[in-house]
């Protein structure tokens, strides 16, 4: 009879060491069953007992948290299930509106609004961009069509060319505190585009307006990049 009730009480506190190691590892419905065996066989046993409601007490938690957990769409692809989030506002994003931040990763529209000032262009900027390089490129370009032909020209063109698209440049600049971008350089490069069309209407040289108008825009478009 001794040997029996030894030998159950070897096994209780094996158990007990069995659900010890389960929640060590996070295995709380092992951990939860191994004590239930141990309460079971010696149910005046206290490890056993605090062990046992030590695992339901996790387990409850766990389940509160996988209730918790829903599936979450990405804002802008809304078909799109997700678990990674804007680290800037919080929404729900997934891998195609994420881009990589110091910390995490931006949304689209935040990622927009942590761009430079000067990146941030908007419809009246644009607006004075084009007229500003409208006005200065065709003035630019009716005094380059005054140079006439020949080799010299070509030599002329490629070498004052750069210097007025420099002067339109900084001329735009001047109107919009430096904007730069893509809408930036299409607007100006279609502004001097347009200017060359109107000096052609007064100094007709298609040569030297198109050659001024190919260095020219080339130049204007790689500085507000």
């Known amino acids: ?14 158990l007990i060491r069995a659900g010890r190691a389960a929640i060590r590892v996070g295995d709380y419905e092992a951990a939860r069953t191994t004590f239930e065996r141990a309460v079971a066989l010696d149910p005046a046993n206290q490890e056993a007992a605090d062990g046992l409601r ?9 389940g509160q948290r996988r209730t918790a957990e829903q599936v979450e769409y990405c804002y802008r692809h809304p078909d799109t299930e997700t678990a990674l989030h804007c680290t800037s506002c919080g929404r729900p994003i997934c891998v195609r509106c994420s881009t990589p931040a110091a910390v995490g990763q931006l949304c689209p529209e935040c990622r927009k609004g942590r761009r430079a000032s000067n990146y941030q262009v908007s419809a009246l900027d644009l607006l004075k961009g084009g007229i500003v390089g409208l006005v ?14 020949g080799f010299f020209l ?22 919009t505190r430096s904007k730069r971008g893509r809408p930036m350089q299409i607007t100006v490069g279609v502004a001097m585009f347009l200017g060359g069309v109107l000096a052609f209407l007064f100094v007709p040289n298609p040569l030297a307006i198109g050659l001024f108008l190919l260095a020219g825009i080339s130049a204007a478009v790689a500085r507000l990049r």
């Open 1 to 14: 009879m001794s040997d029996t009730s030894l030998n159950s009480t070897e096994e209780v506190r094996g």
């Open 54 to 62: 030590d695992a339901q007490r996790r387990l409850g938690i766990e």
């Open 136 to 149: 200065v490129s065709t003035v630019a370009a009716a005094l380059i069509s005054l140079i006439g032909g």
């Open 154 to 175: 070509f030599l002329i063109i490629f070498t004052v060319g750069p210097v007025a698209a420099e002067l339109i440049v900084r001329s735009v600049d001047w109107a």
